[in-house]
């Protein structure tokens, strides 16, 4: 049976609207979202339901044509796009999106893969409540890719990344069973915890279908500060008295660089400097209060005060309306498209404990500017849960000549994230992007373990090849 036998019992499964074979339309899942790599499918499948993705999980398996799970197709690592041989599929999830289930009592929500992370949100607003993952592609990425590559995001410093905010999963296996594991609870003592292992597994065990979520009571107020600093090491003193002083309330808190605001403004000229002077360095806090707005605004002040009389902060300001705070935040989810526009650049998605900042930064900045003098770091992120983005950008006038420097740029921020008991990925995932490089860091022992799980699970090796191992 041939190729074509494969595509026309696909078409039985899905009807021949959602196999897409002709090479316009597949250039959209293909290519990723920055257009900087670009794969070859043998089509792109889109099943409108869990029984369908089992079907053509099934044909996958008959035929031996590899199977590549596609979300949003936001991600950065290149995790969601063929390789170049045009004989694989792509599964497109993106026509199942609805939301099955919302449990108030139990505070949870349950919806399929292809819903929007955005969708979900308001779903749960709509209910009084809230669903906390937040990350600037919200409008884009969906919820199984969300939990394919355990997205981050900038709430986990109260409420965890999506692998803690998850209860349960259905789940298409590499056979095309499907797993009904859409279990509401927080307590389930019952043997291995096999959701973890697809929670950011990069669809190389199996097809995410839907998922139960978590909710949380919706805050009744929030209130989001810039506060400028002269060190990291001020920023991680301003980090633990947040901690300390707002306790749960704290549910946000990032780092930028001023060369980071800089470029912002340079390229987001409608944006304006919120101080009169300049600083090396600035967080970004938010708090959110079940009590009222000016009780949350009063904390914020309170602990900007008092770190400020101890000559910790050199200025800050507090958004007194959701508009001015909806503005700082454009300060910093606008760094990564302000550094695109100033040029192509080398990004690094890493983790270190949140104590270890300083140092890292203070070690691996003076290590880039000795070995690649006039290199331009962007240095930004999650600071609350170690997860900076350490991105380096060419030196004036430089550009794709820079850009042949990356393989010894990333071993020296790899070398020093490992240094620091560290991740080289935090949020993004490895993809083929990272997929070698993560054997220079992970031990033989943990290889031939994930390795192992692949083997048992995907013994064909058809589901997302040639990612993360």
């Known amino acids: 049976m041939s190729k074509t036998d494969f595509l026309n019992l ?72 063929p390789d170049h041989q045009g004989n694989a599929v792509v599964l497109s999830l993106k026509r199942m999106q609805t939301i099955r289930e ?20 308001q779903a749960a607003a709509d209910a009084g409540k809230l669903y906390p993952l937040s990350l600037a592609s919200e409008g884009s990425c969906t919820i199984g890719g969300n939990l394919s590559t355990n997205a981050g995001g900038t709430a986990v410093l109260r409420y965890g990344n999506a692998r803690e905010l998850c209860l349960g999963l259905e789940v298409v296996t590499a056979n095309g069973d499907i797993w009904h594991g859409l279990k509401g609870l927080r307590k389930d003592n019952t043997g291995y915890d096999l959701k973890n292992l697809y929670i950011g597994a990069e669809g190389t065990l199996g097809v995410i279908t839907a998922a139960t979520l ?28 947040a901690k300390n002083h707002l306790g749960p309330t704290l549910t946000g808190f990032e780092l930028i660089s001023d060369f980071c605001l800089q470029l912002v403004l340079r390229h987001f000229p409608e944006l304006r400097h919120p101080f009169q002077q300049t600083s090396p360095y600035y967080v970004l ?20 005060e008092k770190e400020s009389a101890q ?124 997929k070698e490089e993560i054997r220079r860091y992970k031990s033989t022992i943990e290889l031939n373990l994930m390795q192992t799980i692949k083997t048992a699970l995907d013994p064909h090796n058809l589901m997302n090849p040639g990612k993360v191992l």
């Open 10 to 81: 696909c078409r039985q499964v899905t009807g021949a609207d959602h196999v897409v074979t002709d090479a316009d339309s597949l250039q959209a899942y293909e290519s990723e979202w920055r257009q900087r790599i670009k794969g070859k499918a043998l089509a792109a499948v889109r099943p409108g339901s869990t029984e369908e993705v089992a079907q053509i999980v099934r044909l996958c398996q008959q035929f031996r044509v590899p199977l590549v799970p596609q979300g949003g197709n936001t991600g950065l690592v290149y995790g969601s796009i």
């Open 102 to 121: 919302l449990d108030i009592d139990n505070e949870t929500i349950t919806a399929e893969a292809g819903c929007l992370l955005a969708q979900v949100q």
């Open 214 to 241: 978590k909710l949380f009571p919706a805050p009744r107020a929030s209130c989001t500060a810039l506060a400028a600093v002269a060190t990291p090491d001020a920023a991680l003193r301003l980090l633990n008295a």
């Open 285 to 304: 806090l938010e708090i959110a209060s079940h009590e009222s707005q000016e009780h949350a605004a009063g904390l914020l002040l309170d602990l900007l």
């Open 311 to 434: 000559n910790q902060l050199q200025d800050a300001v507090i958004a007194e309306s959701s508009r001015q705070a909806q503005t700082l935040w454009s300060l910093r989810e606008n760094i990564s498209m302000a550094q695109a526009a100033e040029g192509k650049n080398i990004k690094h998605d890493i983790a270190v404990p949140a104590s270890s900042i300083p140092a890292f930064i203070a070690e691996t900045d003076a290590l880039l500017h000795r070995h690649f003098p006039g290199c331009r770091i962007v240095c930004f992120g999650h600071m609350g849960d170690g997860n900076l983005h350490y991105n380096i950008s060419a030196p004036k006038h430089t550009g794709d000549i820079f850009l042949k420097q990356q393989e010894p740029i990333n071993r020296i921020v790899h070398d020093q994230v490992q240094r620091f008991n560290g991740s080289i990925s935090a949020e993004h995932g490895l993809g083929t992007l990272k």
